[in-house]
């Protein structure tokens, strides 16, 4: 069966710090990839999608960027966070054509 | 704004009774999911209705769409407790991204 591995669960970073979030997927081959941002109580902002390896769409410019080395490994990251970078980060895959999305945990990502 | 709109952005009601919730968007879609999020966590794909489908029954979940209208809505019949829950729709529109909805907080209570 499938599943999707997201971490950390929680982290603390100081302002100007870097970042890096890893989402592994496993037992599907060439799932569609999703990084999502969730302020605290509200919606799901789409910051970046690929469908396939290297190929990286962007929803949102700031300071935060994507990269998928691997087929079932996207990873999110930053050079320098910014106080407004915290917030719930998921992943997510999904196959196929706009069909349902499995989600990751999440990584309750807060910058001080 | 592609985000979709939901309301009421929060609910409490007694166990035993109706939930209903609203979607509107503002685009043409391929299809419209419900996913439902417990505090802290992922979200969890609840059902999907396609553009060419007005009605869709899950259990005790009922979903309606009306594309001429743009909007959506979700009812989760005999409530209980454990619904409690903050419910979000998505669509897809002619591409491979979801956008989602700004959420209903329910809270069924005991």
């Given amino acids: 069966s499938q599943t999707i591995h997201q971490w950390p669960a929680t982290l603390v970073q100081p302002v100007g710090s870097p970042l890096s979030l890893e989402c592994t997927v496993e037992g599907t081959s060439n799932p569609n990839l999703y990084w999502y941002r969730q302020a605290a109580g509200r919606g799901l902002q789409l910051l970046f999608y690929s469908v396939g390896i290297g190929q990286i769409s962007s929803e949102v410019p700031q300071n935060l960027s994507a990269s998928r080395p691997q087929d079932r490994q996207f990873i999110l990251s930053s050079k320098k966070l910014l106080l407004s970078d915290s917030g719930f980060y998921l992943c997510a895959w999904s196959v196929g054509r706009v069909e349902k999305l499995f989600f990751g945990s999440g990584t309750q990502l807060s910058v001080l | ?110």
């Avoid at chain 2, 419910?87 to 956008?99: E, L, M, R």
């Fill in chain 2, 1 to 110: 704004s592609q985000q979709g709109e939901e309301d009421p952005q929060a609910l409490s009601i007694q166990e035993g009774e109706n939930a209903t919730m609203n979607c509107s968007y503002k685009t043409s879609i391929n299809n419209l999911q419900w996913y439902r999020q417990n505090s802290g966590r992922g979200l969890v794909h609840l059902i999907l209705i396609r553009s060419n489908e007005r009605e869709k029954h899950s259990g005790r979940l009922r979903v309606t769409l009306d594309t001429s209208k743009k909007s959506s809505s979700l009812l989760i019949t005999a409530s209980r407790a454990a619904d409690t829950a903050s419910y979000f729709c998505a669509f897809t529109s002619g591409t491979y991204k979801y956008i989602f909805g700004t959420g209903t907080r329910l809270k069924v209570l005991a």
